[in-house]
């Protein structure tokens, strides 16, 4: 049971790190806000380039930006963004097979 808790406590450590690093880009995106209301030309840049790295929906929820937003800005400055990021594809054909593997046991 010892890995047990050390498995539970070092998700719950990589979970924190992920939740620290987007909270640290959220406040550097919020810096560079010039007015009130609209946004700097540095904060599209910031976003856009955070869309290729972790896609449209999980740029919104780190930022905090609509998704309409990301979109417009996308179609706006010509970017082509694909469905899902690029590491979606990978994980689904692992998942896939491991379905195969525990149909066949009779799950």
Request: some cysteine.
């Amino acid at each position: 049971m010892k890995n047990a808790g050390q498995r539970i406590s070092t998700k719950y450590l990589l979970r924190s790190l992920i939740v620290q690093e987007n909270e640290d880009k959220r406040c550097h995106f919020e810096s560079l806000q010039e007015g009130r209301h609209y946004y700097s030309n540095e904060q599209k840049e910031l976003a856009l380039s955070e869309i290729d790295i972790s896609g449209i929906r999980a740029t919104s929820r780190i930022l905090g930006i609509p998704r309409r937003t990301l979109q417009r800005w996308c179609r706006t400055y010509g970017k082509r963004v694909k469905r899902c990021p690029y590491w979606v594809y990978t994980w689904a054909k692992r998942r896939r097979k491991r379905r195969e593997f525990w149909e066949m046991k009779g799950y």
